[in-house]
């Protein structure tokens, strides 16, 4: 059975930081693409930074320089290092798996707020 178990999430100030962590068991993160995505309330799911199978790292232009997507395959989780946090920031962040055969795996999700 597949399981991503996303951690890290919370309420901070806006300007401070966070870190997001995603430890997967059933998958090895090494052999798929992995990424992470939110979800504002008022807004689509969308792509926050995701590391393709050949190892190349994707950020969206609105976390670039703040974000950083930190992985430890020996430990088989993946982070989100976030920075610079802004109200915009809030939502909630899944942790995402994709295979080459394209089947998708997402944790449950972990709520980030941002106080103005």
């Known amino acids: 059975q597949v399981q991503l178990v996303e951690s890290g999430g919370g309420l901070v100030q806006a300007g401070g930081s966070l870190r997001l962590s995603c430890a997967a068991s059933?998958?090895?993160?090494?052999?798929?693409?992995i990424g992470w995505y939110r979800q504002g309330p008022r807004t689509q799911r969308e792509l926050v930074a995701r590391?393709?199978?050949?190892?190349?790292?994707v950020y969206a232009d609105s976390v670039k320089g703040r974000f950083t997507i930190p992985r430890d395959d020996a430990k088989n989780t993946m982070d989100l290092q976030m920075s610079s946090l802004q109200p915009e920031d809030a939502a909630v962040y899944y942790c995402?798996?994709?295979?080459?055969?394209?089947?998708?795996?997402w944790g449950q999700g972990t709520q980030v707020a941002v106080s103005s």
């Open positions: 059933g998958i090895t993160f090494s052999n798929n693409a």
């Open positions: 995402n798996s994709r295979s080459c055969s394209g089947r998708e795996y």
């Open positions: 590391i393709n199978r050949s190892g190349i790292t």
